[in-house]
């Protein structure tokens, strides 16, 4: 594989969980696809890099832990359906900053970006290079 095929593997990777996929319609899923999705006790990566946000003191913010929620990184309530043995995490911040949230939902430190992101991003490289050669 050349260097630009290379790159073009690292960029499937890590578009791939940026693309959400559609909701599941109850009349066009089959009931183990509904299953599954109703039964996920796994976070999904919401994103490969972590999100840059800007919090204020005091006020109270629930971190998506689940990665289903369409308001990334904060909870929408989609775990309830989605993943309903994830919780949000809840905290309130004591000044005015601006975090790193993790993304990928496979921090050690949550709500907080530990670099595991680079873990996922190299997973996922791996999985493009073996797709290439098979
Ligand atoms: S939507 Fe993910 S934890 Fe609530």
Redesign the pocket.
């Given at each position: 594989m050349n260097s630009s095929g290379f790159v073009v593997a690292l960029w499937r990777g890590c578009t791939r969980d940026l693309i959400r996929p559609q909701p599941l319609s109850p009349l066009s899923a089959s009931s183990s696809m509904m299953q599954s999705v109703l039964m996920s006790t796994q976070?999904v990566s919401a994103a490969r890099l972590p999100y840059r946000v800007k919090v204020s003191a005091g006020k109270r913010y629930?971190?998506?832990?689940?990665?289903?929620?369409?308001?990334q990184p904060?909870?929408?309530?989609?775990?309830?359906t989605?993943?309903p043995t994830?919780?949000?995490?809840r905290f309130t911040p004591d000044k005015d900053r601006t975090l790193m949230l993790c993304a990928c939902k496979q921090t050690k430190n949550a709500p907080y970006c530990d670099g595991s992101h680079l873990k996922v991003i190299f997973q996922d490289l791996v999985k493009s290079v073996k797709g290439v050669f098979k």
């Open positions: 976070p629930a971190w998506c832990a689940c990665g289903h929620s369409k308001k904060f909870c929408d309530g989609a775990h309830r989605a993943a994830i919780s949000p995490l």
